[in-house]
Each structure stands twice: as structure tokens, then as C-alpha cells.
């Protein structure tokens, strides 16, 4: 079923004569080299995505992106048959090229330009950091890696904070031709477990100690709680420990040695760069796991520094010189835009704490005092702002600002429409995307040079054959002129598809992941998204496996989402399907949290639903509605809904340790007999009456 507001798209955002410098740029490249006569993003998406064309889009942007390597690459992937090309296994991009990420990145860097800088939680005074600096630092790193015995293919873990050392950890291991792999430090022990447990590495970064919310937090006892099970289990070489504030104690645990005893292993090496294949391994990301061990996703050097160049470049229309701040934590793949966007040769904003300390303004502060000119967050940051009744326009300078960008969850018309008339300023280009940890890119994302509408992403990316399927037969069928919801599927190969899974040798887990529902030659994405038929953009309306689907009537939960967050009593919500065994079919439940100071009683269920019937239709109604405690999330902020599906229906999974707040999920066990929790609520109601 097609969404409303697919009918009545409203404006946002226009694009200025100086937007999108970089994609007019690109389009009369392409022009010139190949003779045509390409002349608005539409026609350029499709050649970059035509079966006949879209090497050549690849092999252009490579050269276009001014990626540095040894021999220039003769075609993009091999093209065996006729179309589709097979994405599984998947094909080898430019083969015969050999580069390095370190090298790219440090590339075009002027030695005493400030290339950091590194602010304190709550925005305190910055401190800033050298190329020349980065480059010492990196340097030591490396020659104390090699002094170690870190070879190409071993893999460097980090459990660290978004801080400088994160980033010449990860540039060290990277020249070396190892692997790099980050979790968040707010990951508890088995959290931690379930990732390295799997990778084994060598060697393992972290603090001592973080300041998050005002309060200091000690994190030894957790560290040493998972090296000792590490040590047992893997070959680990070496835990090292970045000391913060205190000074650490003589003896720290097993295998555990100081930052400054590893520094110490440096022996002078010069800084040099593995020449590897474009495809060689160098990243190790994680699938979420709420409901068993995350699984381990291997990208590509190459695959990864081009498509987050390309995003960047491209979608978000980052220039040369450019301040960048994306608030991110290192366990989530936007890590990856932190170190990218140290290619552009501008300033990087490295901001480690929370987003809402010592207020809500303390991001868009730093980006007044800083000259922030492309600012990523998540939309989840963006309804906080906007729920709180706060506007960043008003209170402080924003004029830097070019870009914003918002990722991880649905940005909903109400927030995106609050964003341009009450939050930003009206000539910041918004730009949502939809894409994932499992391809380090976006399917469908901004472009400068098109015009925004209320609730939509703009475009598909360049170089991705973006597609909607029909969700019932399987069969492939494009539902992608229609205005109905559809799987998200990409149907050409792309370089940051995935190398493998680590320890999936066989590639089964891999092939499943992907490519099981439609076959080897289309990339299914697990998204449940339309197409606006009147402006070209695309609504998300959340994950396929959470689609809810009473009586046959298919609609996604953001949809919901968009309804119930304009309620300022409700601070939080979740909407799931029930069908346990004995259900002949699913029903839709609705869980809210009410807003601090707000009661919850029969006549909010009452508004919920009728505005949920005079928003959407009578058949998104929610059969059921509840107030919980909280909302469960995991470490990067992303609302678990399938976790509670699965629970509200009786398959009582173990939560995984990715969960954030795993305590609230018992809370949710009482709904498997959903028809005693409902007759208690209304007796608890009728009671109040009397």
C-alpha cells in the first residue's frame, strides 16, 4: 500500500546556483570523454548503472576521485555472459591496481595545516593537531606494530572511543596491510567477546578510562575481564592501554601493557605502504546480532575509501578544505566517514561524549565555533532536538553549515519539515540516507543539484542499480513505478560489496545474507521502501522482517513512527507484528513511552489511534496498544524491533550483548498472552472511572 504522503510532496529545499559543484563537475567529465551529452542526475544514474555503461562509470569515477595507486586499472569487474552480471560470489573491482588506504589518505596533506581537531565532551576548548603530528604518530604506531610482529592480513582490534588514537591505530595497521576492526567502549564484556572471540587478533587497543554524560567511568575491570577469556581462547598477542586522566597501576592484567611501553617498540622504521590489491581486506564491521553472534563483515580497502569518498563527494557535496564533524562512535560503519573525509585535505572534527551534555546545543556549538561545514548525525539526534523544543538557529551561528546529513533511521517528514522552518537554516542541503554496515555505502542518498521533499531521500547513489521488488512471489518483479513498498534491491555489482564474512569459508552464510531470496545476480538489501511517482524520491519504511502484515495489508512501522511522534506527550514508541503459533493471523502492537511528566491512560490510546486512522488509513490501526518502561536499542542507537516481535511471540531469544539496555526487555515477556495483558489494562482503566 502506498504511503499518503507519496500524493502530497511539500518542498523543503532548493538547490542554490553554487550547490553541487562536484557532481557538475563529474557530469562534464563524462560528457567530454565519452561524447554524450548527459545533463541532470537522472540520465547520469542511469548510464552509471546501465549494464553496457556502468564500468565505465566506475573506471571514470576512479580516476575522477584521484585515487592513488600503483598501475592504472584497465576495466572495472569482469563481465562474464550476458546480463545480470553475478554479485555472488562477489566479482574483484580493478583487478591488477595495487594501493594502500594509508596512503591515500595521508596523500595531499600540507605537514603543518591542522588536520584535527579533538573537542571534549561537552564541547570544551579543542585541541588541534598537525598533518605533521598525524603523521609522527602513525609512523611510531606502524614501526611499533611491525616490532610486534603484525603482519599483512592480522587483525588490530580496538575497543576505543571516536579519539585520535582510534585514528593512527587504524592508519598504522592499515599501511602494514592488516586488518582493522573498532567496537564501542560502552560494549560490555560479552558484547566484546562475541566480536573478537570470532576475528582472533593480535594485537587489542583501548582506554583506560571515559568520560561519557558528565561521568567518568573506569573501564580496567571490564578489560581485563575480556582479555583473560581472550587470551585463553586466541592467540592474542597484546592488549595495550591508553591511560586517561590517572596513571595506570604496574600491573594491569594479562597480556596488558601501557601506550607509551608500546610506543617504546618503535625502532624508527620509516613509514612505508603495503601496495595490496584494490580487494584485500582491511576492515572488519558487525552486524547488529541482537539475537546471537554479530555476523563478521570483511571490506575491502578500496571497495570502502571509494564508495565513502563517493558518498561524500557526490551525495553530501563535500569540497576540498572542508570542516567535517560526523558523530559517530567507532562501532558504527559511519566510523568510516571520520576517516575518509581526512582524504578531502580539510579539518576533521573528532568529538567524543554525548550529543545532549552539558545540553542539546553542544554539537551545534562546536560547529559555530569550529566553521563546520558538513555536519552528520542521525535522525534520532535530530527528533531529540526537535522534541525539545529547541532551535539551533536562533542561539547560534550556523552560517558555515552546507550539508547535514542523517543516517541510521527514518528521518520523518514531520522532523525534516521542523529542520527547514524552525531548527537550520533554509539553504543547508539535508541529505537522508538508506544504506548499511553491510555495503559501506548508501543505496539511495542526496544529490545537490535535485530538490528535497518532506519524508524523502532524494535519489539512488551513483553506480547503484537501485530497484523495488514485490515482497510476496519472489520472482524479481520491479514494483519501482508503482508507489507501493517494495524490497530494496541493487542488481549491479558494486566495490564495496563485501569480501566475505570472516569464518564463513565456505561463503553459505554470506550467499544467505544476500542473495537468497533472489538469486546471485541482485543484492538484497532488506529494506521495505516506495518510490514518490510524482517527485522521483523514496520513503523507507523500515526493515522487511519487520514489515507488519495484518490481514495481507502490508505497511512498514515508520509510518506509525511518523503519526506517534508528533504526540508531545509520547517520548518514545515501538510498533511491532505478534503471531504466535496458535494465531491465524498477526496483529499490530504498539508500545509507547510517555514523555517525561506525561500520564498514560485511556484517553492518549484513544488520540493515538484515532490519529493513526485519520493519518494513515483504519487498517494501520494497531489492534493493540500498551505503555512500556523503555524502548530497547542497540549500542549505535537503532530501535529493536524484531528482538520484541520475536518475544511478543513466543520464541524467547537470548538477547545479544549489542542490546543497550537489555533490562527492559523482560518487561515485554507478559505480552506472549497479549489477550490478559489487554483485559488488565482495561480493568486498571474501568477501575479509574469509578
Not at 560528457?31 to 562509470?57: C, R, V
Request: contains cysteine; proline residues 7%; charged residues 20%.
Amino acid at each position: 500500500m502506498a504511503s499518503d504522503i507519496a500524493a502530497q510532496p511539500r518542498l523543503l529545499w532548493k538547490p542554490l546556483p553554487t550547490s553541487g559543484m562536484n557532481l557538475k563537475s563529474l557530469i562534464q567529465t563524462v560528457n567530454k570523454k565519452h561524447g554524450i551529452s548527459i545533463n541532470d542526475y537522472k540520465s547520469l544514474w542511469e548510464w552509471s548503472t546501465n549494464s553496457a555503461t556502468a564500468p565505465l562509470f566506475w573506471m571514470d569515477l576512479f580516476d575522477f576521485l584521484d585515487i592513488k595507486s600503483q598501475g592504472q586499472p584497465t576495466y572495472a569487474f569482469k563481465t562474464m555472459g550476458p546480463p545480470p552480471v553475478p554479485m555472488y560470489p562477489p566479482p574483484s573491482f580493478f583487478p591488477g591496481v595495487r594501493m594502500n588506504f594509508t596512503e591515500n589518505i595521508l596523500a595531499h596533506h600540507q605537514p603543518y595545516e591542522v588536520v584535527l581537531h579533538v573537542v571534549p565532551e561537552g564541547g570544551g576548548t579543542s585541541r588541534d593537531v598537525t598533518w605533521r603530528e598525524l603523521h609522527i604518530e602513525v609512523s611510531r604506531l606502524a614501526s611499533a606494530m611491525v616490532a610486534s610482529g603484525v603482519k599483512t592480513g592480522d587483525r588490530v582490534a580496538a575497543v576505543i572511543s571516536n579519539c585520535q588514537e582510534a585514528i593512527t591505530c587504524c592508519l598504522a595497521a592499515l599501511s602494514l596491510g592488516a586488518i582493522w576492526s573498532s567496537s564501542s567502549p560502552d560494549m560490555g564484556v560479552e558484547g566484546v567477546l562475541s566480536r573478537l572471540n570470532q576475528i582472533r587478533p593480535k594485537l587489542v587497543f583501548c582506554e583506560s578510562e571515559v568520560v561519557y554524560n558528565g561521568k567518568r567511568r573506569n573501564l580496567l575491570p571490564r578489560h581485563c575481564a575480556w582479555a583473560e577469556v581472550l587470551n585463553e581462547n586466541t592467540n592474542l598477542g597484546q592488549v595495550i592501554v591508553i591511560p586517561r586522566q590517572d596513571r595506570l597501576p604496574s600491573a594491569i592484567g594479562p597480556k596488558m601493557i601501557s601506550w607509551d611501553q608500546f610506543l617504546s617498540r618503535d625502532t624508527g622504521r620509516t613509514l612505508s605502504f603495503a601496495q595490496l590489491p584494490f580487494n584485500h581486506p582491511a576492515f572488519i564491521v558487525y552486524s547488529s546480532g541482537t539475537s546471537g553472534l554479530p555476523k563478521c563483515i570483511v571490506h575491502s580497502a578500496g571497495g570502502l575509501y571509494m564508495q565513502v569518498r563517493k558518498d561524500s563527494f557526490l551525495g553530501y557535496d563535500v569540497h576540498p578544505g572542508d570542516t567535517i564533524l560526523q558523530y559517530t562512535t567507532t562501532g558504527w560503519v559511519m566510523w568510516a566517514m571520520v576517516l575518509v573525509s581526512l582524504s578531502f585535505g580539510g579539518r576533521v572534527v573528532v568529538y567524543d561524549g554525548s550529543p545532549m551534555f552539558p545540553d542539546n546545543l553542544v554539537l551545534p556549538k562546536i560547529v559555530e565555533s569550529l566553521g563546520v561545514n558538513v555536519f552528520g548525525t542521525s535522525a534520532k539526534f535530530l527528533s531529540l532536538l526537535m522534541a525539545s523544543g529547541i532551535q539551533p538557529k536562533d542561539q547560534v551561528d550556523l552560517s558555515s553549515l552546507r550539508t547535514v546529513t542523517s543516517t541510521g533511521s527514518t528521518l520523518t517528514a514531520q522532523v525534516a519539515g521542523w529542520f527547514y522552518e524552525e531548527g537550520f537554516l533554509p539553504d543547508i542541503h539535508l541529505v537522508s540516507t538508506c544504506g548499511g554496515t553491510d555495503l559501506a555505502c548508501s543505496l539511495i542518498s542526496g544529490a545537490a543539484i535535485m530538490p528535497l521533499y518532506a519524508g524523502e531521500i532524494q535519489v539512488p547513489s551513483l553506480g547503484m542499480a537501485v530497484d523495488l521488488f514485490e515482497v510476496d512471489n519472489g520472482a524479481g518483479d520491479s514494483i519501482m513505478n508503482t508507489g507501493i513498498p517494495g524490497e530494496l534491491v541493487c542488481k549491479q555489482p558494486f566495490p564495496s560489496q563485501p569480501v566475505g564474512f570472516w569464518g564463513d569459508e565456505a561463503g553459505e552464510k554470506y550467499k544467505n545474507s544476500y542473495f537468497a531470496l533472489y538469486g546471485d545476480s541482485i543484492w538484497n538489501q532488506g529494506d521495505f521502501v516506495s518510490r514518490n511517482q510524482i517527485t522521483g524520491g523514496y520513503l523507507t519504511h523500515g526493515r522487511s522482517d519487520g514489515v507488519l502484515n495484518p490481514a495481507g495489508v502490508r505497511f512498514g512501522s515508520a509510518e506509525i513512527y511518523n503519526v506517534v511522534e508528533q504526540d508531545s506527550q509520547i517520548g518514545d514508541s515501538v510498533c511491532v507484528g505478534q503471531r504466535r503459533p496458535t494465531d491465524a493471523d498477526e496483529s499490530v502492537v504498539l508500545f509507547l513511552k510517555m514523555a517525561p511528566g506525561c500520564k498514560y491512560n485511556h484517553a492518549v490510546v484513544r488520540r493515538v489511534r484515532d490519529a493513526i486512522r485519520s493519518s494513515l488509513s483504519p487498517r494501520h490501526e494497531p489492534r493493540f496498544v500498551f505503555e512500556v518502561p523503555d524502548i530497547p536499542y542497540t549500542n549505535n542507537g537503532k530501535k529493536i524491533e524484531i528482538l520484541i516481535k520475536k518475544i511478543i511471540s513466543g520464541k524467547m531469544e537470548k538477547a545479544s550483548p549489542t542490546v543497550a539496555n537489555p533490562e527492559c526487555l523482560e518487561f515485554y515477556k507478559q505480552f506472549v498472552n497479549i489477550e490478559a495483558a489487554d483485559a488488565k489494562q482495561e480493568q486498571s482503566w474501568n477501575k479509574a472511572l469509578l
